[in-house]
């Protein structure tokens, strides 16, 4: 909305003209996400309190898991806590972003889709009409069905009339000029094309969603991801960066880069009361939008293959997640690990909670720094 009233607010005060530039919009936008994020927070919180929209220890698979969350004194904290986040990042994409941009509704799209989902599970909970909230398979159902929609419309972006070079290719990391081309291949490429991102969407945000259970660790974990993914989308936006660094152009990335700064100064704002002593928690209604948010942002920055990289931290919760529940599967009863997600191992073993988690910061700071070199030395 401010992209077009900009030649309008620099005839009041020429300065303003810089918000015709994306790197001062983003600024704007992270700003603006941040503080709408502690302004709404604050209220909500007490309400969702109020009304008994909290953390329920008992509801969990594993006895000792649930006794350790008790113990810490999670039993009622507030969930549910992405409905504010999520209503920061919309205000502000309203506010700052291009909203004739397909790549930025593609990925407000999915946000609010993964939301919705998240926001349903959440509150079947609440209702105490599903232990777990969703049944497993409506959930997958309908993220895999919201997925699919997304990456098939984006697909259609890259069709040579729309002016959208590049982005059906799948480009590697460190290899300079090796990529693949799927849109070569008709419709086997678009179904190879389609399901791999789609892959990409529900992993992330699985990944977020196992993770989001200690104080500030979602939370804190994605901001090296979202902070290394703006640069990446900003690099391929550029034509400029995207010729120094041996990148792909892609038109209109640029602009998602300002989503990519409301989403980050969103989890920011977010991180303000997540953090130890947790007064909120994002719940499914936010675990499951951030995560297809980092997912699509790796997608417009062609950087899928480097997300293990740039979101290190969600890929090791998952994997050892999904490697406990096969390994006990195949064996018979058998464990590979203490307990999985891998931060509950930590959590039983009684260290405290602010150390496991500044040192999955750590890790994810890390990770996402290696990421952005591996998109460097390309």
């Given at each position: 909305m401010i992209y077009w009233l900009y030649p309008y607010l620099q005839e009041l005060w020429q300065p303003l003209f810089a918000l015709n530039y994306i790197g001062v919009r983003s600024a704007f936008a992270f700003a603006c996400s941040l503080l709408l994020t502690i302004w709404l927070g604050k209220p909500l919180i007490k309400k969702l309190r109020a009304a008994g929209v909290g953390e329920n220890a008992s509801?969990?698979?594993?006895?000792?898991?649930?006794?350790a969350y008790a113990s810490a004194q999670k039993q009622g904290v507030p969930t549910m806590g992405g409905v504010f986040w999520m209503t920061a990042i919309l205000i502000t994409i309203l506010l700052f972003c291009r909203l004739d941009e397909p790549l930025v509704l593609i990925g407000a799209v999915l946000?609010?889709?993964?939301?919705?989902?998240?926001?349903?599970?959440?509150?079947?909970?609440?209702?105490?009409e599903g232990r777990n909230g969703m049944s497993r398979r409506t959930k997958f159902v309908a993220s895999l069905s919201l997925a699919v929609g997304v990456v098939a419309t984006y697909w259609a972006l890259g069709d040579p009339t729309t002016g959208y070079p590049g982005i059906r290719n799948l480009y590697f990391p460190l290899l300079k000029d090796m990529f693949a081309e799927p849109g070569n291949l008709g419709w086997y490429g678009f179904g190879i094309f389609v399901a791999f991102q789609a892959f990409v969407i529900l992993a992330c945000s699985h990944a977020v969603n196992v993770t989001d259970g200690l104080d500030g660790l979602a939370a804190g974990s994605a901001i090296p991801s979202l902070i290394a993914?703006?640069?990446a989308t900003y690099f391929v936006g550029h034509?400029?960066?995207?010729?120094?660094?041996?990148?792909p152009f892609i038109l209109g990335a640029g602009e998602v880069t300002v989503?990519?700064?409301?989403?980050?100064?969103?989890?920011?704002?977010?991180l303000w009361y997540n953090g130890h002593p947790a007064e909120v928690f994002f719940g499914d209604s936010g675990s499951l939008p951030l995560g297809a948010a980092i997912a699509y942002f790796a997608i417009v920055a062609k950087q899928e293959f480097a997300l293990p990289l740039l979101a290190g931290v969600f890929v090791v919760e998952v994997m050892t997640s999904l490697l406990q529940i096969y390994y006990y599967k195949f064996t018979g009863g058998k464990r590979l690990f203490?307990?999985?997600?891998?931060?509950?191992?930590?959590?039983?073993?009684?260290?405290p909670e602010q150390k496991i988690v500044v040192r999955f910061?750590?890790?994810?700071?890390?990770?996402?720094?290696?990421?952005?070199?591996?998109?460097?030395v390309r």
């Open positions: 509801v969990c698979d594993d006895a000792a898991v649930a006794a946000m609010v889709g993964m939301g919705t989902i998240g926001f349903l599970d959440d509150w079947i909970k609440f209702k105490g993914l703006s640069v034509d400029g960066y995207a010729e120094a660094f041996s990148l989503m990519a700064a409301a989403v980050l100064g969103a989890t920011f704002g977010f203490l307990k999985a997600p891998i931060h509950h191992v930590w959590q039983l073993k009684r260290v910061w750590i890790v994810a700071a890390v990770s996402a720094a290696l990421g952005l070199l591996v998109i460097k």
